[in-house]
T-cell receptor, first 113, second 110 residues
Framework: DSGVTQTPKHLITATGQRVTLRCSPRSGDLSVYWYQQSLDQGLQFLIQYYNGEERAKGNILERFSAQQFPDLHSELNLSSLELGDSALYFC????????????FGPGTRLTVT | DAKTTQPPSMDCAEGRAANLPCNHSTISGNEYVYWYRQIHSQGPQYIIHGLKNNETNEMASLIITEDRKSSTLILPHATLRDTAVYYCIVRVDHTDKLIFGTGTRLQVFP
């Protein structure tokens, strides 16, 4: 158990819909990262937040957005969903600005039908 | 970003040492080498990292060549539970994200 929690574990929705994935980092960790893992693209970095502010952006689509709240939990919002958005979405956290190890949550499996 | 090259798959007998190689010939002087693994579809798990010197922890050892262009992750006594995809990652120096490649699928057999 990494100490990072993600909800929900599974999510099935239809194309065009919008969903919100939630992540609670380990206690004391200020950085939160989001990654997407699909069969054809592998593990891809999406976005990072540090203490409520966006720190780095990766291959995140404009239809996707994220935020980190004052209590440090983070949400990833996916809108206008397409079949290709079906993937595992992982959240990770680290205690400093990311020079140390990242602890990954169990992931949310999103299926778009 | 420095890129890494790993063999797509390896086999190892249970109880033997598993040596997983990684090439990172374009690594910069201040970039670290990180190893993570992913068991089935679980979240990736941190194993070890290093800059120049060899490192050892309770999970594995990391051997980095003197020119830093390659490294080897060593699992000293592989078990069936070590079957996973192992990712060698060079940490980008000015940002904190991890860039995963395709990794090495390690199969430990009885």
């Amino acid at each position: 158990d990494s100490g990072v929690t993600q909800t929900p574990k599974h999510l099935i929705t239809a194309t065009g819909q919008r969903v919100t994935l939630r992540c609670s980092p380990r206690s004391g960790d200020l950085s939160v990262y989001w990654y997407q893992q699909s069969l054809d693209q592998g593990l891809q970095f999406l976005i990072q937040y540090y203490n409520g502010e966006e720190r780095a952006k990766g291959n995140i689509l404009e239809r996707f957005s994220a935020q980190q709240f004052p209590d440090l939990h983070s949400e990833l919002n996916l809108s206008s969903l397409e079949l290709g958005d079906s993937a595992l979405y992982f959240c990770a956290s680290s205690e400093d600005r990311g020079l140390g190890e990242q602890y990954f949550g169990p992931g949310t499996r999103l299926t778009v039908t | 970003d420095a890129k890494t090259t790993q063999p797509p798959s390896m086999d190892c007998a249970e109880g033997r040492a598993a040596n997983l190689p990684c090439n990172h010939s374009t690594i910069s002087g201040n970039e670290y080498v990180y190893w993570y693994r992913q068991i089935h579809s679980q979240g990736p798990q941190y194993i070890i990292h290093g800059l120049k010197n060899n490192e050892t922890n309770e999970m594995a050892s990391l051997i980095i060549t003197e020119d830093r262009k390659s490294s080897t992750l060593i699992l000293p006594h592989a078990t069936l539970r070590d079957t996973a995809v192992y990712y060698c990652i060079v940490r980008v120096d000015h940002t904190d994200k991890l860039i995963f490649g395709t990794g090495t699928r390690l199969q430990v057999f009885p």
